[in-house]
């Protein structure tokens, strides 16, 4: 085992805004999403195996149609460990969640409780899915528990999770989420059990903290952002960990992307990113703009405007 792939927030599911036809079970813009999963596995090809850092589906109830689909996709992937996100579930009860059609699958291990992984080559992975109450109680209770399992000396560890990371820069509002841990007490966990490299999902912009060279902590993003709410261009990312040399590289995937434009140059200017990034481009128009929406959605490469 020398090099594992990690993705976030898949959001498998059939979205609503500007959803279009639905052919067999699936709408156009689920058929988008499904496409941005396959486009991730196959930038894995090279990898040991891919950690799905939570929510893979956007409900915990997903249609046998989409299913049948994301099990195609992953069937094509190497070993695929998926944690339950907080979309995924509906309670932390065994077999309470969305992932259960992918347990018979042969390369796919679904994740709903804390688990660790040993791999051929000297690395473990601590996987810590997400579990329902407020995180700062049994977020670093899990790791604990997984970190007493003996291991071998040198052994690489890696955490996978699914929750946001809070840092200096997140909005009050945000700064007491459930869902979400402060920085220092990742990094602090990080330093005493001796884990070299933590990933993971639930908030959906992407960071990255470096406190040393030896050590990191990445926050994935989200595969596909899911509408407006998640606007601009910085998402689609597939990160690969090459645990012999420690270094870490990033793969970009086309997907749908979701900008505000204010003028008719920010358009343009929105219109051309997305060409030169090979992504579907989905615009809300506002002001002085508002006013030229069907001369909007003629033009060249913009998927859907409103």
């Known amino acids: 085992m020398s090099r594992i792939s990690f993705i976030a927030d898949c959001h498998m599911g059939n979205p609503t805004a500007f959803g279009g036809p639905v052919v067999a079970g699936i709408n156009q813009r689920g058929r988008e999403v499904l496409e941005t999963l396959a486009d991730a596995v196959d930038a894995t090809v090279g990898s040991d195996a891919l950690v799905i850092c939570g929510d893979l589906f956007d409900t915990s109830s997903p249609s046998p149609q989409l299913i049948a689909e994301v099990q195609r996709i992953l069937s094509a992937a190497p070993k695929v460990f998926v944690l339950m996100g907080n979309h995924d579930m509906v309670s932390d009860l065994p077999g309470d969640n969305a992932l259960g059609p992918l347990l018979p699958m042969a390369n796919v291990h679904p994740i709903e409780q804390p688990e660790i992984f040993n791999f051929d080559g000297g690395a473990s992975l601590f996987s810590v899915p997400f579990q329902a109450g407020d995180c700062r109680e049994w977020f670093p209770a899990a790791v604990a528990a997984l970190a007493s399992t003996p291991l071998p000396e040198n052994t690489v560890k890696v955490l996978a999770f699914h929750l946001g990371v809070i840092d200096k820069d997140t909005p009050a509002f945000l700064a007491k989420a459930h869902d979400a841990i402060e920085l220092e007490v990742v990094q602090e966990l990080m330093d005493q059990y001796g884990i070299a490299y933590a990933f993971c999902g639930n908030w959906h912009s992407p960071k990255k903290w470096v406190p040393n060279k030896n050590s990191a902590l990445v926050q994935c ?25 420690g270094l870490r590289s990033v793969s970009h995937i086309p997907g749908p992307r979701f900008v505000v434009a204010n003028s008719m140059d920010e358009v343009v200017a929105a219109q051309v990113e997305a060409m030169r990034r090979k992504c579907d481009l989905y615009l809300s128009l506002k002001g002085e703009v508002a006013g030229q929406l069907e001369e909007v959605r003629q033009m060249e490469g913009v998927f859907q405007a409103r």
């Open 221 to 245: 993003g989200a595969l596909c952002p899911t509408g407006w709410d998640n606007p601009g261009w910085d998402y689609g990312m597939v990160h690969m960990l090459n645990l012999r040399t």
